[in-house]
Protein backbone atom coordinates (compact mmCIF):
# COMPACT_ATOMS: atom_id res chain seq x y z
CA UNK A 1 0.00 0.00 0.00
CA UNK A 2 1.58 2.97 -1.06
CA UNK A 3 -0.19 6.16 0.95
CA UNK A 4 2.29 9.22 1.01
CA UNK A 5 1.77 10.52 4.43
CA UNK A 6 1.73 7.40 6.29
CA UNK A 7 5.82 7.12 5.60
CA UNK A 8 6.08 10.44 7.37
CA UNK A 9 7.15 10.75 10.88
CA UNK A 10 4.71 12.24 12.12
CA UNK A 11 6.54 12.51 15.70
CA UNK A 12 9.20 14.57 14.19
CA UNK A 13 6.66 16.76 11.69
CA UNK A 14 6.89 20.18 12.10
CA UNK A 15 3.81 23.05 11.61
CA UNK A 16 4.74 24.25 7.79
CA UNK A 17 4.15 23.57 4.25
CA UNK A 18 4.84 20.49 2.72
CA UNK A 19 4.47 18.56 -0.99
CA UNK A 20 2.10 15.76 -0.14
CA UNK A 21 2.48 14.34 -3.70
CA UNK A 22 2.59 15.08 -6.92
CA UNK A 23 0.16 13.37 -9.69
CA UNK A 24 0.18 13.53 -14.13
CA UNK A 25 -3.00 13.88 -14.47
CA UNK A 26 -3.03 13.62 -18.52
CA UNK A 27 0.02 16.00 -19.87
CA UNK A 28 0.02 17.92 -16.21
CA UNK A 29 1.51 17.58 -13.15
CA UNK A 30 -1.03 18.70 -10.27
CA UNK A 31 0.49 18.82 -6.91
CA UNK A 32 -1.08 18.22 -3.73
CA UNK A 33 -0.04 20.29 -0.34
CA UNK A 34 0.23 19.63 3.18
CA UNK A 35 -0.42 22.72 5.33
CA UNK A 36 0.29 21.82 8.65
CA UNK A 37 -1.16 24.14 10.87
CA UNK A 38 -0.53 22.27 14.23
CA UNK A 39 2.38 20.04 15.21
CA UNK A 40 0.56 16.17 15.36
CA UNK A 41 0.88 14.39 18.32
CA UNK A 42 1.88 17.42 20.10
CA UNK A 43 -0.49 20.10 20.28
CA UNK A 44 -4.71 19.91 20.76
CA UNK A 45 -5.95 19.65 16.83
CA UNK A 46 -8.19 22.23 15.52
CA UNK A 47 -12.17 21.79 16.30
CA UNK A 48 -14.19 21.13 13.44
CA UNK A 49 -15.58 24.49 13.37
CA UNK A 50 -12.27 26.24 12.80
CA UNK A 51 -11.17 23.88 9.99
CA UNK A 52 -14.44 24.05 8.44
CA UNK A 53 -13.77 27.96 8.38
CA UNK A 54 -10.75 27.89 7.03
CA UNK A 55 -11.97 25.79 4.35
CA UNK A 56 -14.61 28.48 3.55
CA UNK A 57 -12.35 31.39 3.72
CA UNK A 58 -9.37 29.40 2.34
CA UNK A 59 -11.26 28.22 -0.53
CA UNK A 60 -12.90 31.58 -1.26
CA UNK A 61 -9.40 33.58 -0.98
CA UNK A 62 -7.87 31.09 -3.42
CA UNK A 63 -10.89 31.28 -6.00
CA UNK A 64 -11.10 35.04 -5.98
CA UNK A 65 -7.36 35.20 -6.90
CA UNK A 66 -6.34 36.41 -10.47
CA UNK A 67 -3.24 35.10 -10.58
CA UNK A 68 -4.10 31.20 -8.59
CA UNK A 69 -7.97 30.82 -9.32
CA UNK A 70 -7.30 28.73 -11.91
CA UNK A 71 -4.60 26.60 -10.53
CA UNK A 72 -6.89 25.92 -7.62
CA UNK A 73 -8.50 22.12 -7.71
CA UNK A 74 -9.21 21.35 -3.97
CA UNK A 75 -8.81 23.21 -0.49
CA UNK A 76 -10.01 20.86 1.88
CA UNK A 77 -9.15 19.41 5.71
CA UNK A 78 -7.19 16.43 7.19
CA UNK A 79 -9.16 13.96 8.56
CA UNK A 80 -6.41 14.33 11.82
CA UNK A 81 -7.58 18.00 12.24
CA UNK A 82 -3.91 19.51 12.45
CA UNK A 83 -3.67 20.58 8.72
CA UNK A 84 -5.20 21.70 5.28
CA UNK A 85 -4.60 19.86 1.69
CA UNK A 86 -4.72 22.43 -1.25
CA UNK A 87 -4.15 20.71 -4.29
CA UNK A 88 -2.55 23.28 -7.07
CA UNK A 89 -2.62 22.72 -10.80
CA UNK A 90 1.68 22.28 -12.15
CA UNK A 91 4.81 20.71 -10.67
CA UNK A 92 5.52 22.95 -7.78
CA UNK A 93 7.72 23.19 -4.69
CA UNK A 94 6.63 24.35 -1.35
CA UNK A 95 8.75 27.69 -1.79
CA UNK A 96 6.45 28.00 -4.91
CA UNK A 97 3.38 28.41 -2.71
CA UNK A 98 4.57 29.81 0.52
CA UNK A 99 4.01 33.82 -0.42
CA UNK A 100 0.29 33.33 -1.12
CA UNK A 101 -0.19 30.31 1.12
CA UNK A 102 1.04 33.32 4.22
CA UNK A 103 -1.35 35.91 2.01
CA UNK A 104 -4.14 33.53 2.39
CA UNK A 105 -3.54 32.71 5.94
CA UNK A 106 -3.08 37.15 6.63
CA UNK A 107 -6.61 37.23 4.80
CA UNK A 108 -8.37 34.82 7.40
CA UNK A 109 -6.13 36.05 10.37
CA UNK A 110 -7.46 39.94 9.06
CA UNK A 111 -11.20 38.50 7.92
CA UNK A 112 -14.34 40.06 8.93
CA UNK A 113 -17.87 40.04 7.63
CA UNK A 114 -19.95 37.01 6.95
CA UNK A 115 -18.34 33.71 6.19
CA UNK A 116 -18.92 33.02 2.58
CA UNK A 117 -21.18 30.17 1.95
CA UNK A 118 -22.55 29.38 5.39
CA UNK A 119 -26.06 29.51 4.64
CA UNK A 120 -28.04 26.42 4.69
CA UNK A 121 -28.63 26.35 1.01
CA UNK A 122 -24.87 26.88 0.38
CA UNK A 123 -23.42 24.06 2.96
CA UNK A 124 -24.38 21.22 4.62
CA UNK A 125 -23.23 21.77 7.93
CA UNK A 126 -24.01 25.79 7.95
CA UNK A 127 -23.46 26.26 11.55
CA UNK A 128 -20.51 24.63 12.29
CA UNK A 129 -18.38 27.75 11.72
CA UNK A 130 -15.80 29.54 14.46
CA UNK A 131 -14.83 33.01 12.83
CA UNK A 132 -13.08 34.64 16.09
CA UNK A 133 -11.13 31.14 16.87
CA UNK A 134 -10.55 30.56 13.26
CA UNK A 135 -8.71 34.39 13.10
CA UNK A 136 -6.83 33.63 16.45
CA UNK A 137 -4.88 30.02 14.93
CA UNK A 138 -4.89 31.90 11.86
CA UNK A 139 -2.94 34.59 12.95
CA UNK A 140 -0.78 32.63 15.15
CA UNK A 141 0.38 30.04 12.23
CA UNK A 142 1.28 33.24 9.96
CA UNK A 143 3.34 34.60 12.97
CA UNK A 144 4.98 31.41 14.42
CA UNK A 145 5.45 29.91 10.75
CA UNK A 146 4.75 31.13 7.84
CA UNK A 147 6.57 34.56 8.44
CA UNK A 148 9.71 32.83 9.07
CA UNK A 149 9.68 29.21 7.20
CA UNK A 150 12.65 27.63 7.21
CA UNK A 151 13.26 23.85 4.97
CA UNK A 152 12.68 22.46 8.22
CA UNK A 153 8.66 23.12 7.36
CA UNK A 154 9.05 22.16 4.01
CA UNK A 155 10.92 19.05 3.59
CA UNK A 156 8.69 16.03 5.15
CA UNK A 157 11.15 13.82 8.10
CA UNK A 158 10.43 10.44 6.71
CA UNK A 159 10.36 7.36 9.05
CA UNK A 160 13.36 5.10 9.81
CA UNK A 161 11.98 2.13 7.54
Known amino acids: MDVTSFGIDHNRLLRGIYVSRKDQVGDSVVTTFDVRIK???????????????????????????KEWADKTIYVGPMGCRTGMYVIFKGDLESRDVADIITESFRYMAEFDGEIPAAQAEMCGNYLDHNLQVTKIECEKFLEEVLEQLTDANMVYPRQNV
Open 39 to 65: EPNHEMVLDTSIMHTIEHLMATFFRGN
